[in-house]
């Protein structure tokens, strides 16, 4: 199955600032989908993303604050923009290996946290 | 309306002893996956097990079995024989055909395993 590099690891922002995670897959994958996982919360899918097209966002959560870039097959960006402390969470990257049984593929994660 | 259920509260298990996690699922569509993970304490999203919604017998993957009863809309997991590294929280997820294949996840379940 495909494997997933996500950096940062974890990082410790100032509010107001902005942070772009990337995740590189070792694989082509068509889909990519980046999660939410608050403190002791499971995960929110915050967007869809497909190469060449724009980014589908859930409910609650707007480009403007999480623009995502998919510039190829195996990259994806989110950047959490203008952040507040409560934003302090993990974010996750994931790809859909397209593999169907073998279930989707995660990142390691970031852990961030807003001061 | 929360498509994946998850209510156990955290649970301690022996070591050796067998463990299963409760998950129940809201679906319209016959054509769906249901997947469980496990995060362990270092954020990690570890794919675990798969069933297929058309899928004639019960998932096995090693010491994983998944105790899929159609009707009930229920997808259960059992852990067999216990290890302290199986103490993590453990999601119960689904992917519907449409909504573009994006996995809605429950609330998880806490496991403790205690020597």
């Known amino acids: 199955s495909a494997v997933i590099s996500q950096k940062p690891s974890r990082d410790i922002c100032q509010r107001g600032t902005s942070l772009t995670i990337q995740c590189q897959v070792d694989?082509?994958?068509?889909?990519m989908f980046w999660y939410r996982q608050q403190p002791g919360q499971s995960l929110t899918l915050i967007a869809t993303?497909?190469?060449?097209?724009?980014?589908?966002?859930e409910s609650g959560f707007v480009i403007d604050k999480f623009p995502i870039s998919r510039p190829n097959l195996t990259f994806s960006t989110l950047t959490v923009s203008n952040m507040s402390p409560e934003d302090s969470s993990i974010y996750l990257c994931?790809?859909?290996?397209?593999?169907?049984?073998?279930?989707?593929?995660f990142g390691s994660g970031t852990r961030l946290t807003v001061v | 309306a929360q498509k994946i259920t998850q209510t156990q509260p955290g649970m301690f298990v022996q070591e050796k002893e067998a463990v299963t996690l409760d998950c129940t699922y809201d679906?319209?569509?016959?054509?769906?996956?249901l997947f469980w993970y496990k995060q362990p304490s270092s954020g990690e999203m570890i794919f675990l097990i798969y069933q297929g919604s058309y899928d004639q017998q019960n998932a096995t993957e090693g010491r994983y079995s998944l105790n899929f009863q159609k009707a009930r809309k229920s997808a259960n997991l059992v852990i067999s024989a216990s290890q302290l590294g199986d103490s993590a929280m453990y999601f119960c997820a689904m992917r519907e055909s449409y909504g573009n294949n994006r996995l809605a996840f429950g609330k998880g379940n806490q496991v403790v395993v205690i020597p």
């Open positions: 994931s790809a859909d290996p397209g593999q169907g049984r073998y279930g989707y593929t």
């Open positions: 679906t319209s569509d016959p054509s769906y996956g």
């Open positions: 694989s082509q994958v068509t889909m």
């Open positions: 993303a497909n190469q060449g097209s724009e980014a589908t966002y």
